[in-house]
């Protein structure tokens, strides 16, 4: 079983169209990275942004989802994964328990946690995939 995790914006504007773009390219390159018959993917559990983004493309390819996010996530739509775990309650108090649930990293943008979740992956030795992707003025 390959444990891809998405990182990535939840809350700013962005290019929807290239973001599914760079989503699709990253979770596919972190597939054939370390090809398995089953493929999870696993991301914040709310319904907005890359996470999103990732878990709608994750579905179209029969893949299962799981969630790791803090209480404070119960605050947004959440994405109906198949598996949902909770981590305290401030945001990055899951980010431990998220990089040790993954074997491949996929970071599309992003503010200052996913830098960090990015920056502890590869102190971890996880491989990391990393797209940038320009927010739009609103």
């Known amino acids: 079983m390959l ?15 290239l973001a599914k773009k ?3 390219i990253g979770l596919l390159k972190a597939a054939e990275s370390q090809y398995d018959d089953e493929i999870v ?25 799981v969630g790791i996010a803090c209480s404070k996530a119960s605050e947004y739509e959440c994405f109906p994964v198949d598996e949902k775990h909770i981590i ?4 990055g108090e899951e980010s431990e328990t998220f ?4 074997d491949v990293l996929v970071r599309i ?14 102190d971890k030795d996880i491989p990391c995939f990393s797209f940038e992707l320009p927010l739009q003025s609103s």
């Open 3 to 17: 444990k891809i995790g998405l990182v990535g914006y939840s809350d700013k504007k962005f290019d929807k169209e």
């Open 22 to 24: 760079l989503v699709a």
């Open 41 to 65: 993917l696993v991301s914040g559990l709310t319904n907005l942004g890359i996470p999103a983004i990732g878990y709608s493309f994750a579905k179209e390819q029969g893949w299962k989802t």
């Open 88 to 91: 305290g309650d401030d945001w």
């Open 99 to 102: 990089l040790n649930s993954i």
């Open 109 to 122: 943008g992003g503010g200052k946690q996913s830098e960090k979740e990015e920056k502890m992956a590869m």
